[in-house]
């Protein structure tokens, strides 16, 4: 009769498609700002120290956009602030992909800005709809549906991005010659861009021009990844615009 979860509540087109697109941006942030403090320090080559303090301005605009997303959406309604976050964040997660690709320090931070500026304001937005397109007496579990799925995007982000970047980086690895190494430490190098590193750095300052490749390597599932998560978002702004044009959402409240 009080179901723990209301599967009715998927009856609810703005409710299920809000939902949807909170879960995929916490997917895609998680997963992709896994990737890149990986990229500071294994490719670029900072401490995590380093890292850390590069990492501010773009700390800055989520903290900032936080506080002062609610103007966006009072000024530009629920639902075209959804639609334009995600393209904001679809056009920052392709100059992630490019900056990546180019081992490129000030592109990736900045492009994680950009990102900022497109996924806070979708997200605290969507969280607003999920609560409203609920009846009243069901907000309740409408919210824990909207706090469970952002915690399930970003567990799944980290898995499944994760997974794409090192499949690719083993694909890039199979053919490099590592027959100088015992195939232990092969086999290690060619897993993960951490072991290489960390192989190259106990063979004692012998020429290793493989990790270099390794390190490209990385960068090109990081890439690929960031790729994947620009298409995947202007799909999902596409299949919002669609159900929210047939199924408008109750706009009040949703910028509070």
Do not use: K
């Not at 009072?74 to 056009?91: D, E, K």
């Amino acid at each position: 009769e009080h179901p723990l979860i209301d599967l009715a509540l998927f009856r609810i087109p703005a409710f299920t498609a809000s939902l949807i697109v909170n879960l995929a941006g916490v997917f895609f942030i998680f997963g992709i700002f896994l990737f890149q403090n990986l990229f500071l320090q294994l490719v670029i080559g900072l401490t995590p120290l380093e890292a850390a303090l590069w990492s501010i301005p773009s700390s800055l605009v989520f903290t900032v956009m936080s506080f002062q997303a609610w103007r966006v959406t009072n000024r530009l309604g629920p639902v075209r602030t959804v639609l334009v976050g995600l393209l904001v964040n679809a056009l920052g997660t392709a100059l992630m992909a490019v900056a990546a690709y180019n081992l490129s320090l000030i592109g990736v931070l900045a492009s994680s800005m950009v990102m900022g500026l497109g996924f806070v304001p979708v997200v605290l937005t969507t969280t607003g709809l999920i609560v409203g397109s609920a009846p009243p007496e069901r907000a309740g579990a409408a919210s824990a549906l909207s706090e469970t799925s952002a915690e399930f995007g970003g567990a799944m982000g980290v898995a499944l991005l994760g997974s794409l970047g090192s499949i690719v980086y083993r694909l890039a690895m199979s053919e490099v010659d590592l027959s100088a190494l015992p195939p232990e430490l092969a086999e290690a190098s060619r897993s993960t861009l951490a072991a290489a590193i960390e192989v190259a750095a106990g063979l004692g300052g012998v020429e290793t021009p493989w990790l270099e490749v390794a390190r490209e390597s990385f960068a090109l599932g990081f890439s690929i990844s960031c790729a994947a998560a620009a298409v995947t978002l202007l799909a999902l702004a596409a299949l919002a615009r669609h159900v929210y044009g047939r199924n408008p959402p109750a706009e009040t409240n949703a910028a509070h």
